[in-house]
């Protein structure tokens, strides 16, 4: 598993695309749905389909670690919706936690880490 994150439009699916030889075919865009075509190699915006199970009240990290060998041979890109102000909803407070919890439990599992900023990514695992 590749794992590729940053803040929003940082150019992390060009980092992609460019560094992995990616097409947009090959690029599955999460919204509320996780379950994606398996003939995807890249998994785009997760953090979408994180709030859905979030809403639904299931723990993201356990559902990861369950499709732990579905997601072994993807490139996962993420938005970084750690930093900044904490929201004041709850239902968003608890997507920003999970999101980061599972960004710990991706780059633990991953074989590479990067972090796209302003375009230009740096491998940090």
Known sequence: ????????YQGKLDFAKKKFGVTDRQV?????????????KVL???EQA????VKQNVNVTDMLAARRDDLKDKIIIIDDISQGV??????LRAWREATGRAMLYLSEEADEVYRVFCGIGQKIK
């Open 50 to 53: 994180f709030l859905h199970l």
């Open 1 to 8: 598993m590749i794992l590729i994150f940053g803040g929003a």
């Open 86 to 91: 904490v929201p004041m909803d709850k239902t």
């Open 28 to 40: 599955f865009t999460c919204t509320e749905d996780f379950e994606a075509d398996q003939e995807a």
């Open 44 to 46: 785009c915006n997760l």
